[in-house]
């Protein structure tokens, strides 16, 4: 039978829908298209997720003296009235912050950043649909900025949908939910712009990059991906880079919740050892090939890992079977794996691969004690030690001199003025600072109305920093 050109043309025209008809099948109707596309899901996500986001207002309370103004009307000030009235009655002032968090159970429990609720006195949780709630801190993971608070509502609550951080694929839709500016809900949308970021904020950065917008007040609620679970926590932003977000891979915040749900904190695990980057320069002066792992830069006395034969110099490749890409791996792998587990380290040294099955310790706690004379309070409100390897590992720090601060009191002049637990005091007024003694000698001489001038150094980056003494 012979086709005439119309019926050629016919089954070609047929031929090109029918491949059409596929094309458009597959671009819009496959699980893959959908994950990328389609906004009206972005409606749906929001209306479904709205409900489990909630507002946190977080008060801290301090006392001020009412002062009379100085000069007064007649050229007096609070010097002269305290002499014939005695000191000053006090009132009681508050400073708020604003944040986000998200509903983790029916029963009331709510993740939120640890830095929104940290200092907090009183803490006011309220609800999409309005209902507010005094809440209680449960418990604070400062390492991750992660914490856990909790509400006590007589009904059950909607409770957000824990997803799986690890699956999170470069370039996929998200959607952050929160509070910016302390305004209500506010819904924005973006892609994953990268995995396992190293920002600089603590021993176990990994953090989510997103070009969703993250504004302030949008601490501590969730990053959804496109089937509506919760793959992160919005954490941080860069001040210098517009559009630029993060937030904490759910997957890390998981074991860290239900530890602080079980006891108010976390225990992690440590094997007493300091590493650093390996780079093409160290591994061949170490006769080997390498282009990755965590080469061993001190194994301090009586820790678990010098007693599983680890030793200086040794690169580590893998950690109870997880490969260590970079020096940053191996802390989070350590940390996550739990206290007395028998774990099996693989590692190089000079150049012959070797096994070690080491039991992971407890990381000692994060408060030290300051030794010699320092006082729980000072002028400046901190607290200092001086650097050894067990303030080292604490710390993620490789500095050997000068004196590290530990401790902050809420407040205090060092806290205004920008200090953070971990900073190196390297000189104070010009004078190098090798031990505690040195600052307290210098802290002992200080009077009313002096200026102090420090040099510090946080992570890689040395600077100034004065402060105005207050007695």
Sequence with gaps: MRLNKNSKKGHSLLSVNFFLMVFLFVVFYTPQSRA???????????????????NISSTKLYKRRQFFPTPGPFGFGDEFFERFFGHMPEEKLKRSSLGSGFIYSKDGYIITNAHVVAKADEISIKLYNGEEYDAEIVGIDKKTDIALIKIESEKDLPVAKLGDSDKLKVGEWVMAIGNPFGFSHTVTVGVVSAKGRVIGSGPYDDFIQTDASINP?????????????????????????QGIGFAIPINMAKSIINQLKEGGKVTRGWLGIMVQELTPELAKALGSNLKSGA???????????????????????????????????????????????????????????????????????????V?????????????????????ASIFGIEDKSGVIITGIEPYSPADKAG???????????????????????????LQEGDIILFLLKRKDQTYYKSIKIHK
């Design 371 to 391: 030794s010699g004379k320092q006082s729980e309070k000072n002028v400046l409100g901190i607290k200092v030690s001086s650097i050894n390897p067990n303030i």
């Design 217 to 241: 007040g949008n601490s501590g609620g969730p990053l959804i991906d496109n089937k509506g679970d919760v793959i992160g926590i919005n954490t941080a932003i860069i001040a210098s880079g």
């Design 419 to 445: 200090l953070r637990e971990g900073d190196i005091i390297l000189e104070i007024n010009r004078n190098a600072i090798e031990g505690v003694g040195d600052v307290e000698d210098i802290l002992d001489r």
């Design 36 to 54: 990328r596309i389609l906004p009206e899901d972005f409606v749906r996500i929001a209306e479904a997720e709205n409900p489990k986001i909630v």
């Design 295 to 369: 080469l061993v830069a001190q194994v301090m006395e009586d820790t678990p890992a010098e007693k599983a034969g680890i030793k200086r110099g040794d690169i580590l490749i893998d950690f109870d079977g997880k490969e260590i890409k970079s020096s940053s791996d191996l802390p989070k792998l350590v940390a996550a794996t739990p206290v007395e587990k028998l774990a099996r380290i693989t590692i190089i040294r000079k150049g012959e691969e070797k096994k070690f099955y080491v039991k992971v310790g407890k990381m000692p706690e994060d408060e030290i004690k």
